[in-house]
């Protein structure tokens, strides 16, 4: 079983960036898709982004496209996120989540995921 956590929240204005990290411990990286999917106050878990397995295969919510990029560092056993051209909209508790899966598969429903770290806090001022 794979335990994650992640860092990297903060507060941050409008039109700036933050990168976020997700460290996993217990089973390597590679075993699973792994994803980022934030919690608005009231709204429902939404996916954000997600990557394969073999780290070719890369899906984002239409509203991140080109402002949002994930990747892993098997070396580091670390998924992250980088967000860039932040807006107040992007407001939320950020989860990194993973799932077994294929080689090829990415993961875009939140319950398609098995294991999820704490969260962290991002806040965007406008």
């Known amino acids: 079983q794979v335990q994650l956590v992640e860092s990297g929240g903060g507060l941050v204005q409008a039109g700036g960036s933050l990168r976020l990290s997700c460290a996993a411990s217990?089973?390597?990286?590679?075993?699973?898709?792994m994803g980022w999917l934030r919690q608005a106050p009231g709204n429902e878990r939404e996916f954000v982004a997600g990557i394969s397995r073999s780290g070719d295969n890369t899906l984002y919510v239409d509203s991140v496209k080109g402002r949002f990029t994930i990747s892993t560092d098997s070396a580091k056993n670390t998924v992250y996120l980088q967000m860039n051209s932040l807006k107040p909209e992007d407001t939320a508790v950020y989860y990194c989540?993973?799932?077994?899966?294929?080689?090829?598969?990415?993961?875009?429903?939140?319950?398609?995921?098995?294991?999820w770290g704490q969260g962290t806090q991002v806040t965007v001022s406008s």
């Open positions: 989540a993973a799932a077994p899966s294929s080689y090829w598969v990415v993961f875009t429903t939140p319950s398609q995921y098995d294991f």
């Open positions: 217990g089973r390597t990286l590679s075993r699973y898709g």
